[in-house]
């Protein structure tokens, strides 16, 4: 397994691991453990694929293709986060634990300042060759 996937999975271990040991913690302020596990997988696996898309664009000698992973990847997050939030509030009956939806939109962006910090040290390499 490449270097650059290591920090993704690290923040996924990370995140379910506090979630399992704090759980009787989050239950009792209101947290939905199982929104967040789910959550966690939703967010790795559709970071995960994007920094897949984007990194492919940034192997390749025209710049467009970096361009265009950046945008694919936008795009399938959003429209995956969109139909994942649609499905819960389906399940749920309107009764979303917003708590829990924060949280996770949190995790979001902790899991893209972690992508880019990836991508800037491979572009950075990129440009030292």
């Known amino acids: ?17 506090i979630v399992f040991i704090l759980k009787s913690f989050l239950e009792s302020n209101g947290f939905s453990i199982n929104f967040l596990l789910i959550g ?12 897949l898309f984007q990194v492919r664009g940034l ?21 995956v986060i969109i139909i994942a939030v649609f499905i819960y509030a389906f399940l749920t009956g309107g009764n ?23 991508l800037m040290k491979i572009a950075r390499k990129k440009s030292d060759a």
Do not use: H, W
Not at 1 to 17: E, Q, R, S, Y
Not at 40 to 51: A, E, M, R
Not at 64 to 69: D, P, T
């Open 1 to 17: 397994m490449p270097k650059k996937f290591v920090p993704l999975i690290l923040l996924f271990v990370l995140i379910m691991a």
């Open 40 to 51: 966690n997988l939703i967010l790795f696996t559709i970071s995960f694929s994007g920094f």
């Open 59 to 79: 192997r390749s000698a025209n710049t467009n293709a970096f361009i265009r992973g950046i945008y694919s990847s936008l795009l399938i997050k959003m429209f």
């Open 96 to 118: 979303v634990n917003k708590l829990s939806l924060f949280t996770c939109m949190g995790l979001y962006f902790l899991y893209t300042a972690v992508e880019v910090k990836q």
